[in-house]
Structures are given as structure tokens and as C-alpha cells.
């Protein structure tokens, strides 16, 4: 989401064949009400993301918690 949909440069970043990329962002967009060539549906996909992170982080102290780095 932070390469604006170039396919090469995230390819690069992921070390993943730009196809896999391609592939990836598909499954995406099948995803019901899913317009990634919308700058608000990327924005939710993102948001989304963002706030699954979220929800996998835990206090450092508490048993069994996960880190994301």
C-alpha cells in the first residue's frame, strides 16, 4: 500500500517476483466492496490492516504476548 500500487517496487521491498504481488493485490480486490484504484477503498484496506496490528499487540508483561515489530 505505500508504493501507490507499483507492483516493482513492492516486489522489491517483499523480495517476491512482481507476479506474486499481482496475485496478492487480486485476491484483494475479490474481496466484496474492495476498490484498491480508489484512493477511500485503499484507505480502508489500510485502516483494516492497521487495526488488525493493533489488535495482535498485547502488554509486554502479560503471558503469551506478542510483539509487532
Keep these: 500500500m505505500d508504493h501507490g500500487g507499483r507492483t516493482v517496487d513492492v516486489a522489491r521491498e517483499l523480495t517476491v517476483h512482481p507476479n506474486t504481488d499481482l496475485n496478492r ?16 477503498g485503499r484507505l480502508e484496506v ?16 502479560e503471558r503469551g504476548s506478542r510483539r509487532v515489530s
Aim: no cysteine.
Design 25 to 40: 493485490m487480486g485476491r484483494l480486490e475479490d474481496l466484496p466492496g474492495t476498490d484498491l484504484n480508489d484512493p477511500q
Design 46 to 61: 489500510q485502516l483494516a490492516l492497521l487495526i488488525d496490528a493493533i489488535g495482535q499487540v498485547t502488554h509486554p508483561y
